[in-house]
């Protein structure tokens, strides 16, 4: 069965750090690409940034480009997100999720979401 | 950007009902567009992609039609299960945008 789980998420200060999780099973991040949508409270749904299934490209909403960088390692096979300069309006539920499928109208579909983590910035 | 625009951002139905959402995009997608459905404190879950095809799993009782920039999701007989939240979603251009929802509601 395919899972995603995400870790890492808390309270944190205006400016500080965070680096969130999200650990796959079921599959291997190989084989399709990741990506991370947020939600705050009581909003809609905000892309934010994904990865392609070789690791080599990378891409970012604009409000959180320069400040966040998605990764991966195959051996765990975990996404990260690692978020600095963090701001107030960052504060949210984040998502884990994979693309359907590699090509056509499945690529950048998310089939499968993780439970969310949630990041609060404030002091 | 392109922009995604759905209506209406709420409704109220009862169980029976046919429920049409519709979604439009600033600019052509063809037929990139993704439908999703969200529980309150849950994950979305994918509904259809593609604009038409529908998920594995999903009830037939949910379709989607369009093409271009005018898309329709519809529920032809509404559940006690379906009384939830839908977003749209553009996937022909980063960066991935969303519509603003559309809570289905108990009449």
């Known amino acids: 069965e395919v899972q995603l789980a995400e870790f890492g998420g808390g309270l944190v200060q205006p400016g500080g750090s965070l680096r969130l999780s999200c650990a796959a099973s079921g599959f291997t991040l190989s084989s399709c690409a990741m990506s991370w949508v947020r939600q705050a409270p009581g909003k809609g749904l905000e892309w934010v940034s994904s990865i392609s299934s070789n690791g080599g490209s990378t891409s970012y909403a604009d409000s959180v480009k320069g400040r966040f960088t998605i990764s991966r390692d195959i051996s765990e096979n975990t996404v990260y997100l690692q978020m600095h300069s963090l701001r107030a309006e960052d504060t949210a539920v984040y998502y884990c999720?994979?693309?359907?499928?590699?090509?056509?109208?499945?690529?950048?579909?998310?089939?499968?979401w993780g439970q969310g983590t949630l990041v609060t910035v404030s002091s | 950007d392109i922009q995604m625009t759905q209506s209406p951002s709420s409704l109220s139905a009862s169980v029976g009902d046919r429920v049409t959402i519709t979604c439009r995009a600033s600019?052509?997608?063809?037929?990139?567009l993704i439908w999703y459905q969200q529980k309150p404190g849950k994950a979305p879950k994918l509904l259809i992609f593609?604009?038409?095809s529908l998920q594995s799993g999903v009830s037939s009782r949910f379709s989607g039609s369009g093409s271009g920039t005018d898309f329709t999701l519809t529920i032809s007989s509404l559940q006690p299960e379906d009384f939830a939240t839908y977003y749209c979603?553009?996937?022909?251009?980063?960066?991935?945008?969303f519509g603003g929802g559309t809570k289905v509601e108990i009449k």
């Open positions: 999720t994979k693309y359907l499928g590699a090509s056509g109208t499945s690529f950048r579909t998310f089939d499968c």
């Open positions: 593609g604009a038409s």
């Open positions: 600019q052509s997608i063809s037929n990139y």
């Open positions: 979603q553009q996937s022909d251009t980063i960066p991935l945008t």
